[in-house]
């Protein structure tokens, strides 16, 4: 009697470690400026190994594994094709994730959606039936760290696995790509003054633990060179708080290593279109250092902030300045150059015809209803 109680106190066991070993949840970014290249992102609750098999097909072809023992796994596979939809399965030890797929980047229309503001968990079905091959944020992914971490935990996860969750169907099948806003790095309550101790962790350790972006991940360029594409992330928001408890963002004045970073990558003109992407009032921005931050921006196509609550379309010099987010409903506070403002819950569609020359944005609600549509031309590349 006793042996066979302690064969089933171990059999328990195994299963409850076994259960813990379980592939939680599953999302895919890009960790390198280059399209062929996607990163397999999943958690599980004891550490284990990391192991993705890709394919054609769901019998799988390929296989990409890491030994290290991990919590927190992030696998990169190569996307050898164009045009396809692919088939993947991330495993930890004998656990594997159901089988998903994802879209190869086309040859003849990309589509991206950009998002902002997703303090709440609304309905997203509409942006999967725009079959988006990207999506975008411009800030705010979540309403702050320490309401689920509790104060100064600047590693803590929870809040993007419980984004992650949210949306399984969408983050497994789409790739994420993420920007920085004020919330995504809140680790105390901001209060009415600025406290004795930093209220935002400026170097976002939660936000680059979880996620494989590109460059410093705080800031980041992604390219799809077929079609002339370069996006840039800033680290730009709460910029008035500088040098308080209350900063929040990199430093942004000339001399900066962000402001460097941006006009070097700016002054290329290796791309006919550029899209920046930061979560700060445009209008605001376009001010900083004598204005040379829109004299630089505008070298692209267009921005697109996160900042307030409604969707916008303002233009200043012929350049458009958008701001989109998913809870639209609030304030607005209009930009002195606005064209088009709108207070509906709303997301962004980009879409690049290869060749056209030129990109279709969409203003969206979540109901998919077009809200606002325009145009703009690409740039002409160095030496063209």
Not at 38 to 53: A, H, Y
Not at 165 to 193: K, Q, T
Request: with cysteine; charged share 25%; proline share 7%.
């Amino acid at each position: 009697m006793i042996r066979r109680l302690m064969i089933i106190v171990g059999l328990l066991q195994l299963g409850g470690s076994a259960a813990r070993a379980q592939v939680e949840r599953v999302w895919l970014t890009h960790r390198t400026n280059d399209p062929s290249r996607l990163v397999v992102n999943w958690t599980t609750k004891e550490p284990g190994d990391s192991m993705v098999r890709y394919g054609r097909t769901s019998e799988y072809a390929q296989m990409v594994r890491i030994d290290e023992a991990t919590e927190l796994h992030h696998v990169e596979i190569p996307i050898p094709v164009k045009d396809a939809v692919c088939h993947y399965s991330a495993s930890t030890g004998p656990h594997r994730s159901p089988d998903a797929t994802f879209k190869a980047y086309p040859t003849d229309e990309l589509r991206i959606a950009v998002v902002a503001n997703w303090h709440g968990k609304p309905d997203l079905g509409a942006i999967l039936k725009d079959d988006v091959h990207l999506l975008l944020t411009a800030g705010d992914n979540i309403p702050g760290l320490w309401q689920r971490c509790g104060p100064g935990q600047q590693d803590c996860i929870t809040p993007y696995c419980q984004l992650i969750d949210a949306y399984p169907a969408l983050f497994r099948s789409v790739p994420f790509m993420p920007v920085l806003g004020n919330h995504d790095r809140e680790i105390r309550p901001r209060g009415d003054r600025p406290p004795a101790e930093p209220v935002y962790d400026i170097e976002a350790t939660a936000f680059r633990r979880f996620f494989a972006l590109p460059d410093d991940e705080w800031k980041w360029a992604f390219d799809v060179p077929e079609f002339g594409l370069r996006i840039i992330a800033l680290d730009l928001n709460h910029i008035s708080d500088q040098g308080t408890t209350w900063q929040t963002c990199h430093p942004f004045q000339r001399g900066s290593p962000q402001y460097q970073w941006y006009h070097n990558l700016m002054g290329r003109r290796d791309r006919m279109f550029i899209v920046t992407l930061y979560n700060e009032k445009n209008s605001s921005v376009r001010e900083q250092e004598g204005r040379s931050w829109h004299a630089m921006i505008r070298l692209g196509t267009l921005a697109i902030s996160g900042f307030g609550h409604f969707g916008e379309r303002a233009e200043v010099d012929g350049f458009p300045y958008l701001n989109t987010s998913l809870s639209g409903r609030g304030d607005k506070y209009p930009d002195p150059e606005s064209k088009f403002l709108a207070s509906e819950d709303n997301y962004l569609l980009l879409k690049f015809v290869r060749g056209s020359g030129r990109v279709t944005v969409e203003s969206k609600g979540l109901d998919g209803a077009v809200l606002d549509r325009m145009q703009y031309p690409g740039m002409p590349r160095r030496g063209e």
